[in-house]
């Protein structure tokens, strides 16, 4: 006999696939990428003071970032209005292990 229970669970993960599935085609949001490259950049330099590191040596680092990401990622590192939005990132990425996962990551905030 099919339960509630059953009927349920089987519902739930079909809307799960389908949300997934139009998530994915969302286009990348350019600023959500600046806000997360800068909160790295400063994890980096405080998990690792001696690297010493920079926004635009990762950026360099990365011949696949277009202009105006580049843009995005330069206005939000220099522009006061955005520091709190990046403290919230830094939290979040420190609060989920996310930035113990992604010390490699911070290699490329090193100076070449």
Do not use: W
């Not at 509630?4 to 519902?11: D, F, V």
């Not at 920079?54 to 939000?76: H, L």
């Not at 990132?89 to 905030?109: E, F, P, R």
């Amino acid at each position: 006999m099919f339960s509630i229970r059953n009927a349920t669970l089987c519902l739930s993960l079909v809307s799960f696939g389908f949300a997934s599935s139009s998530f994915a085609k969302q286009p990348v949001d350019t600023h959500q990428v600046a806000v997360t490259l800068v909160a790295m950049e400063q994890i980096c330099n405080k998990a690792n003071p001696a690297l010493n590191g920079s926004i635009e040596n990762a950026m360099a680092s990365d011949p696949k970032m277009d202009e105006a990401t580049k843009a995005e990622v330069r206005k939000v590192n220099s522009d006061p209005a955005y520091k709190g939005e990046v403290g919230v990132m830094v939290q979040s990425l420190n609060s989920s292990g996310m930035a113990a996962m992604a010390q490699d990551m911070c290699k490329s905030y090193a100076a070449k």
